[in-house]
Structure formats: C-alpha cells, structure tokens
C-alpha cells in the first residue's frame, strides 16, 4: 500500500475507533478497538505507524487530559468522545488534500536519488 493512502486509511480507521470507544459499555471493548486498528496496518509498516502515532500522541499529550476532562465534565464522557472523534475525521479529510504526503506515493529510493 503507498504510503499516502496508509496514512489516510489510518486516520480514517482513528476516526471511527475512537468513535466506537463513545459506545463501549466496558473497557476491554476499548482494547479490543485499540488492538483491531493495529491489525489493520500491515505487519511491515507496524512499527512505522506506532511511531508515528506516538510521536502526534507525544506532541499533544499535554493537552488531551486537559481538553477531555472539561469536555467530559462539561458534555459527559459520550459526548466528549463522539467530539474527539469528530476532529479526527477533519483530520482525516485533510489527509486528503495535505500536498505534503504526495511524496509518500514515491518509492524512497526515488525521493533520497531525486
């Protein structure tokens, strides 16, 4: 799979796990929805993908407990996550338009030689 379309299927992928965690009833169903989004990428890229998501994690993690404890505090815990889940679909829609990721459609050999 090129690279572009990797990272707009896991953002997409993002978007709706987070989405699902509003409706889970019990914890282990938010693991298994964590669990089912890393079966999805494919077994060479895992490590590239867990990167990067950490690195976004690691980037913002000051400010998720902050923002998700005033929108659960203030909308209840369901609501705050169907709100995060929508900014990651409109992160997932700029995935499509962001010119920067067309380099990742070109094999590495090609971008390190150009």
């Given at each position: ?94 995935m499509h338009v962001a010119d920067g990721l067309r380099v990742l459609d070109q094999p590495i050999d090609e971008v390190a030689a150009g």
């Amino acid at each position: 799979m090129p690279g572009r379309l990797l990272v707009i299927v896991e953002s997409w992928t993002t978007a709706a796990v987070v989405l699902a965690m509003a409706f889970a009833r019990v914890a282990w169903m938010v693991g298994a929805l964590l669990a089912l989004m890393m079966f999805l990428i494919a077994d060479a890229l895992v490590g590239r993908v867990s990167s990067a998501i950490d690195f976004g994690i690691g980037s913002l993690r000051w400010l998720g407990p902050l923002a998700a404890g005033f929108l659960a505090s203030a909308l209840g815990s369901a609501t705050a996550i169907v709100i995060v889940a929508g900014v990651m679909a409109v992160i997932a829609v700029s995935m499509h338009v962001a010119d920067g990721l067309r380099v990742l459609d070109q094999p590495i050999d090609e971008v390190a030689a150009g």
